[in-house]
């Protein structure tokens, strides 16, 4: 089975940038798209960008023009840069493999990582 493991976040001020990685233990991106997802204290789990086996890109309007998702081939990683970082984007983030547009995750879960905007 496929192992997703998630790292890069941390405590970044309003405003500012990190950038997440996502490293899959097989190749995976040739089968699946590839989508990260959050989840914030006492809220639901959301898909917040998608790259697809195409190579296109979509993003939830809450993040669009601020966060990009691109995919390294040869690493089996996937990354999300996060700019212009707002409080409201403070939230654990996880990676998974998705199949077309249908949002539900197909391998299980990693551990994800937390990301906190706070001054």
């Known amino acids: 089975q496929v192992q997703l493991v998630e790292s890069g976040g941390g405590l970044v001020q309003p405003g500012g940038s990190l950038r997440l990685s996502c490293a899959a233990s097989?190749?995976?991106?040739?089968?699946?798209?590839m989508g990260w997802y959050r989840q914030a204290p006492g809220k639901q789990r959301e898909l917040v960008a998608v790259f697809t086996r195409s190579g296109s890109t979509n993003y939830a309007d809450s993040v669009k023009g601020r966060f990009t998702i691109s995919r390294h081939n040869a690493k089996n990683t996937v990354y999300l840069q996060m700019n212009s970082l707002k409080p409201e984007d403070t939230a654990v983030y996880y990676c998974n493999a998705l199949i077309g547009t249908d949002p539900n995750p197909r391998l299980p879960w990693g551990q994800g990582t937390q990301v906190t905007v706070s001054s």
């Open positions: 097989g190749s995976i991106f040739g089968i699946y798209a």
